[in-house]
C-alpha cells in the first residue's frame, strides 16, 4: 500500500430496491466507479440525466496506475467541473527527453504555443484522479446514485432493456434500465456474462513499474531511455508524481518471473543502478504488466454500452488508455442525454460506436507502432531503431521516426457520418470532427477562456464584428432559430452592433489577444457550430440561420434516423446482436 497516500473507505448503503417486490426501472445504471464510469455520470448529470452507479469496492484504485493526463483530458474534467483540483495538485509538465545509450538524442515541447487554459501534461496518482471525481459526483447526489459495494453478478440483455442482478451484504436485488452503461475494465466480467470479446494482440514482453519516494535533482519533464547502460538492451522511462513521488518503468524482457520481478529485494538493485548508490529512496508501490492492444468489434450490445477499457485497452507508452477513455465518455453521455429527452431518435447512438472505434483504433495503431520500437524482436528491426535514434541525435528528420509513445493526443472524427461537408479557407486543424481550440478572451471586463464557453449543448461561435445592417438581418435569422432551438447557445465574438447582444442564451467575448480570429479563422460573419462534447460540427463563411439548423438535425442524426427506419431490421435505430 502506498505511504503517501490514505484510500478512502466509502459507505456501503442498504439498497432500497430491497424492500420492495417489484423491480425498479432506471433510465441508465452504470457498473464501475472508476474513472469512466465516473466520468460518464458525471457528463450526464450536467446534461440532466440521472444514473445509478455500481461498483463492487469501495474505494478508490490501489496504487498510481494511470499517470498521465493530456490536455484535452483536462479540458473534458474542466467542463464536468473537476480540472482545477487536478491542476492544483498534478505536477505539470510539457517538455521531454530521449536518450540512447549513455547520451541525450534530443528533446521536445508538447505545447509550444501559449493562450491555452490546460497544460499539455500533468502526472497524477490515478487514485487522487478518481478522489476528485468521487468528490464532484457527490455534489450532484441529486442526479447521481453512488453504491459502493454492490456488485452485478446477472445481466439480461435485450433490444428494449436491460436487467441486472446486484449481490450486496444484505442480499440480491434487480433492477431494469433503458440503458446499461459497462466501466468494469479490462477484464470486464458484464463483458464475459454476454459471451462478448475484445480481440487484439499481446505483446511479447514485461515491464515493471517501481514509484519510488525520493527527493531528486531530475527536472519536471518525461525521460526515455534506450539501452541506457544501468539497463543495458532494454528501456526506462522516468516521471514524476505529487509527493516526492516518481514513477520509472523498466523494460524486462519476455522471460521475466512477473512475482519475482515485484518483490522488494529484485526491485531495489535496479532502482539504485539507475539513481547511484549514494541516492535513497523508498519503494512506495510496484507492479508488473504485459503490453496489450485490443478492442471489442463493437461497443454496442442491443442496449449496453461498453466504454473505457471494458471496450478498448492499449499499452501505457503513450498514455492512451484514460485519455481515450475520457474521450469516450464524453462522446456518448451527449447523444445519449438528447435520446432520453426524445431531442434525438435512437439512431444517434450508434455513432458512439462509429466515432468512437475510430479513435481506439488510432490509439491502438501508435501504441503497437510505440511497442514495436520499443521492444524489437528481430535483429533487422533491432538495428533500424538504433540506426534511428543514431541518426536523430544529428538530423532533426529522424526525431519523427523515434517512437517512445506518441504521447496522447485529441481525436478527431474524420468522415463522422454527424460532420457538416465542411467549408474551404478555414484551418484544417479545426475541420469538422476536431475538438475545439481553447484561447484568452474577456467576458464582461474579466479575463476568461473560449473553452468554457462551450459544451454541454450545442454552440453557435460567431464572429459578430459585422456593420449594423448586417447584425440587423442576423438579429433577425439568429431569433427564429434560437426559439426553435433550446439546445443552442450563442458566443458572439465583439465588438458587435448592440442588435446581436439581444439576443436570447447569448454572450459577447471579446478576443483577448487575437488567438480565436487566428485559430480559428474567423473573419466577420464567420462562425462554427459546436457540438455538446466541444468538437466542431460544421463552420461557414457566412452564418445562415437554415445551414445552422440542418447542421444541428444532422449532428443529432435526423439522416439516420431516415436511413434506419427504412431498414427491414430495425429495432429502436440499432441492431440487436446476439
Not at 472508476?34 to 469496492?57: E, F, K, R, W, Y
Not at 498534478?90 to 547520451?103: I, L, N, S, Y
Not at 496489450?292 to 492499449?314: L, P, T
Request: with cysteine.
Amino acid at each position: 500500500m502506498p505511504s503517501t497516500y490514505n484510500n478512502p473507505v466509502y459507505p456501503y448503503h442498504r439498497a432500497p430496491e430491497l424492500d420492495r417486490d417489484d423491480v425498479r426501472h432506471c433510465p441508465v445504471v452504470i457498473v464501475g466507479a472508476g474513472p469512466t464510469g465516473l466520468g460518464m455520470a458525471i457528463d450526464l448529470a450536467q446534461q440532466g440525466i440521472a444514473s445509478v452507479v455500481l461498483d463492487d469496492n469501495n474505494t478508490v484504485s490501489v496504487g498510481s496506475r494511470a499517470i498521465c493526463f493530456a490536455k484535452r483530458t483536462l479540458e473534458i474534467l474542466d467542463r464536468l467541473g473537476c480540472g482545477q483540483p487536478m491542476i492544483d495538485k498534478g505536477v505539470t509538465w510539457q517538455r521531454g527527453r530521449v536518450f540512447f545509450q549513455e547520451r541525450e538524442v534530443y528533446d521536445f515541447n508538447l505545447l509550444p504555443e501559449e493562450g491555452h487554459r490546460m497544460p499539455a501534461f500533468i502526472n497524477l496518482q490515478q487514485y487522487y484522479f478518481e478522489e476528485y471525481l468521487v468528490d464532484r459526483a457527490d455534489e450532484l447526489s441529486d442526479l447521481i446514485e453512488l453504491r459502493w459495494k454492490h456488485k452485478v453478478i446477472e445481466v439480461d440483455s435485450r433490444p428494449e432493456r436491460s436487467e441486472i442482478v446486484v449481490s450486496t451484504e444484505d442480499g440480491d436485488y434487480r433492477l431494469s434500465c433503458d440503458y446499461l452503461l459497462v466501466a468494469d475494465g479490462a477484464n470486464s466480467k458484464i463483458r464475459d456474462m454476454l459471451g462478448l470479446e475484445s480481440r487484439g494482440q499481446i505483446f511479447q514482453d514485461h515491464f515493471l513499474i517501481a514509484d519510488v519516494i525520493m527527493k531528486a535533482d531530475f527536472p519536471t519533464e518525461r525521460w526515455f531511455w534506450f539501452d541506457p547502460p544501468f539497463h543495458p538492451n532494454q528501456s526506462v522511462l522516468l516521471h514524476k508524481q505529487p509527493d516526492n513521488v516518481w514513477r520509472i518503468d523498466f523494460q524486462l524482457g519476455w522471460d521475466a518471473d512477473p512475482e519475482e520481478e515485484k518483490k522488494e529485494e529484485n526491485i531495489r538493485p535496479r532502482v539504485q543502478a539507475m539513481l547511484g548508490e549514494d541516492v535513497e529512496f523508498e519503494l512506495e508501490w510496484a507492479s508488473v504488466y504485459t503490453f496489450r492492444c485490443r478492442k471489442m468489434d463493437d461497443y454496442i450490445h442491443n442496449r449496453v454500452f461498453f466504454m473505457g477499457d471494458a471496450a478498448h485497452q492499449v499499452s501505457p507508452f503513450g498514455a492512451r488508455g484514460a485519455n481515450g477513455a475520457l474521450q469516450s465518455t464524453e462522446n456518448l453521455a451527449w447523444k445519449l442525454a438528447r435520446v432520453l429527452r426524445g431531442q434525438a431518435p435512437e439512431a444517434l447512438l450508434a455513432t458512439y460506436n462509429d466515432e468512437r472505434q475510430h479513435g481506439a483504433a488510432e490509439n491502438i495503431l501508435n501504441s503497437t507502432r510505440a511497442t514495436d520500437f520499443i521492444t524489437p524482436k528481430s535483429r533487422i528491426s533491432r538495428v533500424f531503431r538504433d540506426t534511428t535514434l543514431e541518426l536523430a541525435e544529428h538530423y532533426p528528420f529522424a526525431r519523427s521516426l523515434v517512437n517512445s509513445g506518441r504521447l496522447s493526443v485529441p481525436c478527431r472524427y474524420d468522415g463522422s457520418p454527424l460532420n457538416d461537408t465542411g467549408a474551404e479557407g478555414f484551418p484544417l486543424e479545426l475541420r469538422p470532427g476536431s475538438p475545439a481550440k481553447d484561447a484568452p478572451i474577456r467576458l464582461a471586463g474579466q479575463s476568461a477562456w473560449l473553452l468554457n464557453q462551450l459544451g454541454n449543448r450545442f454552440v453557435l461561435l460567431l464572429d459578430g464584428r459585422v456593420d449594423s445592417a448586417r447584425a440587423e438581418s442576423l438579429k433577425t435569422e439568429l431569433q427564429s432559430l434560437l426559439d426553435e432551438r433550446d439546445d443552442l447557445d450563442l458566443v458572439i465574438v465583439g465588438p458587435t452592433p448592440h442588435a446581436l447582444s439581444e439576443l436570447p442564451r447569448s454572450v459577447v467575448i471579446e478576443d483577448a489577444e487575437n488567438l480565436i480570429g487566428e485559430r480559428y479563422g474567423l473573419t466577420a460573419g464567420a462562425g462554427y457550430l459546436l457540438r455538446p462534447d466541444q468538437h466542431v460540427t460544421a463552420r461557414w463563411p457566412e452564418v445562415s440561420a437554415r445551414a445552422v439548423g440542418a447542421a444541428m438535425d444532422r449532428a443529432l442524426g435526423a439522416n439516420l434516423a431516415a436511413v434506419s427506419e427504412d431498414r427491414p431490421d430495425h429495432q429502436g435505430g440499432r441492431h440487436a446482436t446476439a
